[in-house]
């Protein structure tokens, strides 16, 4: 019998609702509907994997399911518009807010970068030392080699 305790595995953070969008792969510029209408985009911490994940799914399919590195970065490019980008899938992910204040609220709770690193310390101070702590043992490992 496995008994799981609040702290194990993925654990929802945040929802927030938007429409989702992806990049054209093949132009690089143009925004493609990923939703058809604002949809829920979840904000997940595992805690025995030590990472943030992000996922929004309309229907049965997942139209963002991105991994949160420590060198991403959320963007507002317009009043109501932000994007992503994830290395790791190669997708470019954009978020359309209902209103100005929607995206602000959101990117203040969620996207709150310092040093291009994603902190989430208004919602969950434990879990953002474990990230920052997360982060600078990936940066030391990297310039190590």
């Not at 604002?38 to 799914?57: G, K, L, P």
């Not at 970065?73 to 290395?87: E, H, I, L, R, Y």
């Amino acid at each position: 019998m496995t008994i799981e305790g609040s702290n194990m595995g993925e654990q929802p953070i945040f929802t927030t609702k938007a429409h989702v969008f992806h990049i054209d792969p093949k132009t690089k510029r143009a925004w493609i509907p990923a939703s058809s209408q604002a949809i829920s985009v979840s904000f997940f911490y595992d805690s025995t994997r030590n990472f943030y994940r992000i996922i929004s799914v309309e229907g049965t399919k997942a139209v963002v399911n991105s991994t949160v590195t420590c060198n991403m970065t959320f963007t507002k490019t317009s009043q109501k518009f932000g994007q992503w980008s994830d290395v790791k899938t190669g997708t470019v992910y954009g978020l359309g807010f209902p209103s100005e204040g929607d995206l602000n609220k959101n990117s203040k709770e969620i996207f709150d970068c310092t040093d291009g690193n994603w902190q989430l310390r208004n919602l969950y101070p434990a879990v953002d030392r474990v990230h920052i702590a997360h982060c600078l043992a990936l940066h030391l490992e990297t310039t190590r080699t």
